[in-house]
């Protein structure tokens, strides 16, 4: 299974930026696709997951309401629309494939090489 995340890059804040994520290989029903970030000097921090399954969505506190995570099953891929960026959203975003739902980056197993997102003031 690889993982291609792709979309970052530099913007404004207050704009917006839509990242993906293609999976080669199977992704089964059990399965749930994150996002993860990292800034410098930080811990690796949960953004969102989505279920394969059903659709179901969960989000991490400091972008609820501000990023949406979804999927196109038939393309195995899963996007990230990150809106009303602020420079606190700069680091570098992970995809993630794992087989249930988790909240910290132990929970996954399978992981894209990282795509910068930074946020200028």
């Known amino acids: 299974v690889q993982l291609q995340a792709s979309g970052g890059g530099l913007v404004q804040a207050g704009g917006s930026l839509r990242l993906s994520c293609q999976v080669s290989?199977?992704?089964?029903?059990?399965?749930?696709m994150a996002w993860f970030r990292q800034a410098p000097g930080k811990e690796r921090e949960f953004v969102a997951a989505?279920?394969?399954?059903?659709?179901?969505?969960y989000y991490g506190e400091s972008v609820k309401g501000r990023f949406t995570i979804s999927k196109n099953n038939a393309e195995n891929t899963v996007y990230l629309q990150m809106n009303t960026l602020k420079p606190g959203d700069t680091a570098v975003y992970y995809c993630?494939?794992?087989?249930?739902?988790?909240?910290?980056?132990?929970?996954?197993?399978?992981w894209g090489q990282g795509t910068l997102v930074t946020v200028s003031s």
């Open positions: 989505i279920r394969w399954s059903n659709g179901f969505t």
């Open positions: 290989g199977r992704i089964f029903s059990s399965h749930v």
């Open positions: 993630a494939r794992g087989n249930s739902l988790g909240y910290r980056s132990a929970d996954y197993g399978y």
